[in-house]
């Protein structure tokens, strides 16, 4: 089967310094695959190449066959690439259903300027139900996101995203800065997420990514130190010593 992202070759140097080399990857439908590695591994800028926010030095990106090069940010979420919006994003004095309704309606227009479709308020809402029911925040939907723990802040940016109906989604951090009394809300959240979702996680909390990747990429300064499944990289003796290394030093 054709993966529904495939990524080639794929540099990119900022100034001098090359922060992305030579990567090859895919992701497919129903994947949940884990990036992780170092600080300043190059991480964060592997998912801006993915996202256009920054263009590459040379490499390609395709979706379904075709490349993305020509496509902005913008359109590339229209083409069904999606990263979790950060909570600076969220209107913190508007309940949490008003947030979805405002993502859940944003999506609704793009999608009635592509293909003049016309969708009623039932409809929408409905999909914020959904959006609600499948986040557990159903109890939530008419507190102000201001009163929320951050971790459910956090659920309502992952809803946020899965309101742009998006096929691959990347999970930038998803627990990063949540207390980890709140880390089954992100890790619950991720396992009932789409079954054919194609998912990217990049995370530091190796609980997180060891409970819910079924391969994991290992990315060492700008280049895939190697693949695996969560037990072929914890078997890994690189792998151990990248994150285990210091500590026994
Ligand atoms: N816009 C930029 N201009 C110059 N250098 C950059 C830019 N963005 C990132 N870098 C550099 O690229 C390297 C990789 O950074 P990146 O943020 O992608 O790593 P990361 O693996 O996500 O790190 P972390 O885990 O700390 O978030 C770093 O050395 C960083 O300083």
Redesign the pocket.
Known sequence: MTAALEVRGLNKS??G?T?SKDINFDLRPGDRKALI??????????ANLITGI?PPSSGEIRLDGQALSPLGEPQRVRAGIAKTFQITTLFRRLTVRENIRLGVQERRRQGMRMFRRASGDADVEAEVADLLEQFHLSRFADLKVETLAYGQQRLIEMALTLALKPRILILDEPAAGVPSSESHLIIEAIERLPADLAVLI?E?DMKLVFQVARSIVV?VN?AILTEGTPQEIAADERVRELYLGARHE
């Open positions: 900022f100034g310094i922060v590695g170092p600080n300043g591994a190059g991480k964060t800028t592997f920054v990049i530091h990315l700008g």
